[in-house]
């Protein structure tokens, strides 16, 4: 986990001032690094027996979406408001200042489904609870929240107590 | 590549009325599609023995990233205007209206890279050959462009003709 730690680089004041950026492109440009990451993530899921990998955009994407390959599961998309073109169900949820939304199609997920939610930061978890809530609607059950990354300062865990969740590395 | 077909959506009218876009999500959330898709775009890839797979924001992650995952490449991500955080290089490119622009970090290519560009559609190109010559610029060979899906009444190969392009189905 120590190259993984490595290979995330801070960026000063990004995207607002005060902000230390996570950048995790030199994470993704290693082979060796990236194959790792997911290869972990897969061991941690598997126990799981997901059928559905939802994945948060966009950066999530980068981690649902081989995940689900290597799994074996389907790949279920959360977007920002108007991107997904059929019925969607919608859930805002509260951010420093103002509101957010996120969408994912209706009949993407049926009951009985075995959901892992995949995002590449744990941060304040506003996004990620508000993307449980959307599958636990359904009838589908959060059997875990799987990141890449956390940062523990910001508390996200305390709005996910009612899941399980799981992060490679923490800062 | 009948299967994948069927399982791409026509949604009339969206994002704007008189298209008819193509809704790759019941294609992702079918875990055999998913997995026969990702599989057929890396036995196209291997023989080119690519170094870097660059995918494009944000769908295009949903290809890109499995494909690194399973030919062992680094992933590098195209994205919109101010999204990536550390020095990049930029592009702007025709629309039907006005000019996007595309970014990628400086440095995430080296001349000798065998590259190859991922995205879920090819439609006119525009986006494609952006891409494509943000590549070019860093000394890095195109080896192929690689689609999910491609329009060809939409005529995307004729701004890509100095480049191999691959797509798995056509409309």
């Given at each position: 986990m120590e190259k993984l730690t490595s290979l995330i680089r801070e960026i000063p004041d990004f995207p607002r001032p005060g902000i230390l950026f996570k950048d995790i492109t030199p994470l993704l440009e290693d082979a060796d690094a990236f194959h790792f990451?997911?290869?972990?993530?897969?061991?941690?899921?598997?126990?799981l027996r997901p059928t559905k990998i939802v994945s948060i955009e966009s950066r999530g994407f980068i981690f649902g979406a081989p995940l689900a390959y290597e799994l074996h599961c389907g790949l279920?998309?959360?977007r920002k408001p108007n991107k997904l073109p059929h019925k969607t169900t919608k859930i805002e949820y509260a951010l420093e200042y103002?509101?957010?939304r996120l969408e994912m199609h209706v009949n993407s997920?049926?009951?009985?489904?075995?959901v892992i939610i995949v995002d590449d930061l744990l941060?304040?978890?506003g996004t990620a609870a508000a993307t449980a809530e959307l599958v636990s609607r359904t009838g589908a059950s959060v059997e875990a929240l799987l990141f890449l990354c956390e940062?523990?300062?910001?508390h996200g865990r305390q709005k996910l107590k009612d899941y399980d969740v799981v992060s490679l590395v923490s800062f």
């Open positions: 990451a997911v290869t972990e993530m897969a061991t941690r899921a598997k126990g279920v998309i959360v103002g509101v957010d997920l049926q009951k009985g489904d075995r941060a304040t978890g940062l523990p300062a910001l």
